[in-house]
């Protein structure tokens, strides 16, 4: 990707990940803390995700966890119809972008733009936070 939106969990501010976006030249911006409505079509995923699979399944062990994860973004993906989308899967909605020559990854008619902007060239928490290691 060329840019990662997050918020400013653990996850997202670690030496490992910031070194690693930083390494493949990947950009980096934070939303504003508490305010998780400026990634609010991610935070919908994130929220369905846990509770139609994360707070129901019991995991074995990382390869079941990953299959489990596999198999929920497949339905999700393939079969599940999105009202958001005129009620077609993400897959169907992303062949007719094709198709008509808009690719789903630069059509920004099926989701809101995010709020938050992007900080300006050279300006990013990721360094700040990379050099404190």
């Not at 009202?83 to 008619?109: D, F, M």
Request: aromatic content about 10%.
């Amino acid at each position: 990707p060329g840019m990662i939106v997050s918020d400013n969990g653990t996850e997202f501010t670690s030496t490992a990940i910031l070194a690693w976006a930083e390494d493949h030249r990947v950009a980096w911006h934070y939303i504003a803390p508490g305010k998780p409505t400026q990634n609010g079509f991610v935070e919908s995923f994130n929220g369905r995700m846990r509770d139609e699979l994360l707070n129901e399944t019991l995991f074995f062990g990382l390869d079941h966890a990953r299959q489990k994860l596999a198999a929920w973004a497949e339905d999700y993906n393939t079969r599940r119809p999105h009202s958001s989308i005129g009620y077609q899967t993400p897959a169907a909605y992303a062949a007719y972008l094709n198709a008509t020559g808009r690719p789903a990854a630069q059509c920004g008619s099926s989701t809101a733009r995010p709020v938050a902007t992007t900080a300006p060239s050279g300006v990013t928490n990721a360094e700040t936070l990379v050099r404190a290691g």
